[in-house]
């Protein structure tokens, strides 16, 4: 299982490297080794899938926002996950971090409980994305900041499922931030 694990990071890693070579002012995260990582912190698009179609749930693939789209995805645990941003605080005007987390389609005749997951930037809360029967969220998140809100320039991520959220429902693919707001074709 290390091996597994270690091959993942790998391949998160070396992929997000290549991707990231013409565009450095683009702050994304590259989810790392940690110490202490467990199988399941890290998961493809195929493991998901099939994780998804045993729960009668269709599984929306990573999207292909800013050429991000490697389908390598950092599961969030039940006690939530934080990561660190960071962008020039020279910025004078509103940026926008967006984040491309996983989402479930209930299929007909599953079991599909509401579930909650509440977004924190530096400490505040920002976004509560909700996930029920009929009702999702759209991808990728988009939270406007302003530039008082991150004055050293590291934004702290912090998402944290509801009480409900048994396991790892939640992941997210990519993070980042852009000063200008993404278009509907992107």
Do not use: H
Not at 56 to 69: A, I, K, R, T
Not at 127 to 155: C, H, M, W
């Amino acid at each position: 299982m290390k091996l597994r694990i270690l091959l993942f990071t790998a391949i998160f890693l070396s992929t997000s490297g290549a991707l990231f070579a013409d565009d450095s002012k683009i702050p994304k995260q590259e989810f790392g080794l940690e110490e202490g990582l467990l199988p399941e912190d890290i998961s493809t698009f195929p493991e998901l899938k099939t994780w998804a179609i045993y729960q009668s749930y269709e599984l929306e693939p990573d999207g292909p926002y800013l050429g991000l789209q490697d389908s390598i995805c950092r599961m969030v645990p039940e006690s939530g996950l934080r990561f660190l941003l960071e962008k020039p605080s020279d910025t004078k005007s509103t940026v926008y971090l967006y984040l491309d987390l996983t989402m479930y389609k209930p299929l007909r005749g599953s079991k599909f409980k509401p579930r909650k997951l509440q977004i924190f930037v530096n400490g505040k809360p920002k976004r509560a994305i909700l996930t029920e029967r009929t009702k999702g969220f759209q991808n990728p998140v988009e939270i406007p900041l302003e530039p008082s809100e991150y004055p050293d320039g590291k934004i702290y991520v912090d998402l944290v499922p509801s009480q409900n959220s048994v396991g790892r429902f939640w992941g997210i693919w990519d993070a980042f931030v852009v000063e200008n707001r993404l278009d509907e074709k992107d």
